[in-house]
Structures are given as C-alpha cells and as structure tokens.
C-alpha cells in the first residue's frame, strides 16, 4: 500500500471574477509549506472579504436528522464512507491551507500520512446560471501551475442536482508520485461546490469506492 498525503486546494471561481490558480498537487503537507500550496486570495474589490469563504451560513439545517458521525459543512452534509477515514478540516484550516475549503476527510491519521483525501470547497456562484458558465474556469483552476489538462467524465447527480465531473490521471506530484483526481462541481442555492478526490494511481483499492460512497450520502440542507 502506498501511504502518501495528496492535498490539494481545487480554487473556484463565481460570475465574471479572476483568480489565480493552484500550485500543482503535492505531498507531505505542514504547517510550514501549507503557504505555498494555497492560490492568494483575490485581489479584486469585492462585497465580500477575500479572506473568508463566501457561502453565507445556514440555520436550517435538520439536526435532528444528521447522523452521529456525519460531516456537516455550509449547507449539506455528508457521512463518513468507512474505517480508517476521518474529519481533517481543523488540521488543514490550521496548515493555513485555503479560505474556500469547506471540508476535507483523509484515509490516515493525519495528513502527513493521508493515503487518500477527498475536500469539498465551497463558493458564492456569482449569479452564474448555469454549470456551463464556470466551467472553463473551473477546470484551468484544477489544472494548476503544470497546466494538466483533465478528461471529462459523465454527470453525475449529487442530491438532485447535476455535478459536471473530470478525471486527472498518473498526474505527478511534486514528490514524484503518480496521482489521480477526480472532482465535480456542482450548483445549489446560489452557491457553487467542487467535491473531489485525490488517490494513488496505484495499489488502491478502496478510495474511488468510498468516495462513492460520500456522494450518495450526500444531503443538501439549504433551500434551492
């Protein structure tokens, strides 16, 4: 089994706003190289502060239904797939990775050791209407500084709603693991959401299922 941490910040975008994007995928995240693998926040005048994710909080989400183990983000929630997976947003957060990620859950102990990470960022759409209108953006924004070019996938539904997808494969990390990377981008309730996947590109057998698994678990708890 290869035991790596594959980290990477997926940056996405909303209306006509610009923003830079990510350095390529790397290995063996701390706190002290976090820096260098987060894209710098807009410098554009906007309504918001650039520091601070842009999906506005929801209250309404149904507790009393968000099972025990569940990871609860900006207006759904997901649950864990299965043994050896675990919440890691407080440990990311704290490696000042990212102000758009929302969650991350990694197969490891920590991230230094992560077989596997799966993360959520989540965004204001900017008005776009429609997943079309981002995703141009989106996908050079996941491209990275080595300018991968990724394979669409098929839609998919998340919950209801239509998730555009793309597939990086035997992408190098700047370690020199063979990486691949699955992620979707999805439009609810004015907000956009890029879920993917970062695995081995060999000797894993679990991650692509489990992360299966988080999509069909996952639930929207804001209004549409």
């Known amino acids: 089994m290869v035991i790596t941490a594959i980290v990477v910040t997926l940056v996405v975008t909303g209306g006509n706003d610009t923003e830079?994007?990510?350095?390529?995928?790397s290995a063996g995240i701390s706190a002290s190289d976090a820096e260098e693998?987060?894209?710098?926040?807009?410098?554009?005048?906007?309504?918001?502060?650039?520091?601070?994710?842009?999906?506005?909080?929801?209250?309404?989400?149904?507790?009393?239904?968000?099972?025990?183990?569940?990871?609860?983000?900006?207006?759904?929630?997901?649950?864990?797939?299965?043994?050896?997976?675990?919440?890691?947003?407080?440990?990311?957060?704290?490696?000042?990775?990212?102000?758009?990620?929302?969650?991350?859950?990694?197969?490891?102990?920590?991230?230094?050791?992560?077989?596997?990470?799966?993360?959520?960022?989540?965004?204001?759409?900017?008005?776009?209407p429609d997943l079309e209108s981002l995703e141009e953006q989106w996908k050079r924004n996941l491209g990275g500084s080595d300018g991968a070019v990724p394979d669409d996938i098929d839609d998919i539904e998340i919950d209801g709603e239509r998730a555009i997808g793309v597939r990086f494969t035997d992408r190098e990390n700047a370690n020199g693991i063979l990486i691949d990377q699955v992620a979707y981008l999805a439009l609810h309730d004015g907000n956009q959401y890029s879920v993917a996947l970062s695995l081995p590109s060999d000797n894993d057998e679990v991650s692509e299922a489990d992360f299966e698994k988080v999509l069909d678990s996952w639930t929207w708890t804001s209004d549409d």
Not at 59 to 67: E, L, S, Y
Request: zero cysteines; charged letters at 20%; glycine letters at 10%.
């Open 20 to 25: 830079t994007a990510t350095d390529q995928p």
């Open 37 to 128: 693998l987060t894209a710098e926040p807009s410098t554009e005048t906007t309504t918001e502060p650039t520091t601070e994710p842009s999906v506005e909080p929801t209250d309404d989400a149904p507790a009393t239904d968000v099972p025990d183990d569940a990871v609860v983000g900006s207006g759904y929630y997901f649950e864990l797939p299965g043994i050896g997976w675990q919440d890691a947003l407080d440990e990311a957060q704290s490696s000042g990775l990212g102000a758009t990620l929302d969650a991350i859950i990694i197969l490891g102990s920590s991230l230094d050791v992560a077989q596997s990470n799966i993360l959520v960022e989540a965004l204001t759409a900017g008005g776009a």
